[in-house]
């Protein structure tokens, strides 16, 4: 069978059609202000030699919804928001929750990361802010891409997630080790990227 696509494998050599996926997955390029504005953080992150962990803590309202009492009537007044019964405890004994903040805190305690690790956190905005307080006391090198950059330098990305979102993606890539507490498209994403890179340090917590 002979398909119209340039992935397809029109009875090329094997080596060719990996010349092909390769070539295709190199040309793939954020723009070069996110780039850019990536490598700033990386090497502001990684000043006086220190390695960082990139924690991409998904711990946002929309994964939060089905077990925080107050965001669970938010997700039931609203019309457009399916109707949808989801057990909170369940889902975490099936090991589909996220880590909390908390937990984050007991993960990195029990991997034996000392107080001075730099941890550069890859998130939207933290239902309840106030909770990475309690990761912070513990290990207050804790960085953001809002800590690590101007007001100026995202002034252009504001007002976009998806934008801010890559941001995250490549200061995850090319993080000394990445940790991802749901296994969604942005972790996907970077741990296909990383082990595409050389199979670099990614760990996923067991969250059963």
Known sequence: MHKNSRLSNNNVPRSIQKLRC????????????IEELGRII????????????????RYEKDMTSAEVKELRSMRYSAQHWRYKKIN????????????????TVLFLTAMGYPSTTNIYIASGKIYGAHRLNMVREVYPNLHTHFTLSTKEELQPLVNYQNKLAAIDFVVARESDMFVYTHNGNMAKAVRGHRRFNGFLKTINPNRY
């Open 22 to 33: 390769r070539a295709n997955f190199e040309a793939l390029q954020f723009t070069p202000y």
């Open 42 to 57: 990386v090497n502001s992150l990684r000043s006086g030699g220190k390695p960082y962990i990139a924690f991409h803590l």
């Open 88 to 103: 909170g405890t369940e889902r975490r004994l099936q090991g589909r929750r996220p880590i909390t903040p908390r937990e």
